[in-house]
């Protein structure tokens, strides 16, 4: 079993920059890939980006390329998103998931999930 804890959500303007954490502990977190989700409100929970923890392959929606960059620190079994140019379309819950030997981006792949933390993006 793995848990996540995500951490480095607030409030920002637009175009600001904003870290988000994703703490992992539990067995075996080498054969998992983490990915990131985010829902808005009203809105269905969508796919940000993804990281294989051991190859560092990653991924990203289309909305966040170039503007988003996920990373890992193995030391501290921690994954991070780092959000730049931020806009207020990036409002929204965002979550940090676990999947055990895969590689997609499929929502329903992953089957733990940390609590979320609110990222809130003001014009």
């Known amino acids: 079993q793995v848990q996540l804890v995500e951490s480095g959500g607030g409030l920002v303007q637009a175009g600001d920059s904003l870290r988000l954490s994703c703490a992992v502990s539990g067995r075996s977190p080498s054969s998992y890939t983490i990915a990131w989700f985010r829902q808005a409100p009203g809105k269905e929970r969508e796919f940000v980006s993804r990281?294989?923890?051991?190859?560092?392959?990653?991924d990203y929606a289309d909305s966040v390329k170039g503007r988003f960059i996920i990373s890992r620190d193995n030391a501290k079994n921690t994954v991070l998103l780092q959000m730049n140019s931020l806009k207020p379309e990036d409002t929204a819950v965002y979550y940090c998931?676990?999947?055990?030997?895969?590689?997609?981006?499929?929502?329903?792949?992953?089957?733990?999930w940390g609590q979320g933390t609110q990222v809130t993006v003001s014009s």
């Open positions: 998931a676990s999947a055990k030997y895969y590689s997609g981006t499929y929502l329903g792949a992953f089957y733990h």
């Open positions: 990281i294989t923890w051991t190859g560092g392959s990653t």
